[in-house]
């Protein structure tokens, strides 16, 4: 394995350049990292004696429209299928 790693490098080095000016990197703007939400007041979330939590965050982009239906639909499903999967109510 060792015999295969400096032959790797020996080709390698082959095609480098040493004689050529370095290269600065430019900074990349940081992207801000999103802050969680607060549990809302009220809400006790389930802890295990080693005092592990899930916390589950759902986010929803809703599409810009004028039609009401739209965003009933949208919100029907989402009761259907998030809050009582279980039940054949449509």
Do not use: H, W
Not at 3 to 11: C, F, G, P, R, Y
Not at 57 to 63: D, F, G, M, Q, T
Request: hydrophobic share 35%.
């Amino acid at each position: 394995m060792l015999e295969i790693t400096v032959n790797t490098l020996k080709s390698l080095c082959q095609f480098a350049d040493f004689g050529a000016a370095p290269v600065i990197p430019t900074p990349t703007p940081s992207i801000p990292t999103p802050t969680p939400s607060p549990t809302p007041s009220g809400v006790q979330l389930p802890t295990t004696p080693e005092g592990v939590r899930l916390d589950v965050s759902i986010r929803i982009e809703l599409p810009i429209t004028q039609d009401a239906d739209v965003y009933d639909k949208i919100f029907k499903s989402l009761r259907k299928n998030l809050l009582a999967p279980d039940s054949e109510e449509d």
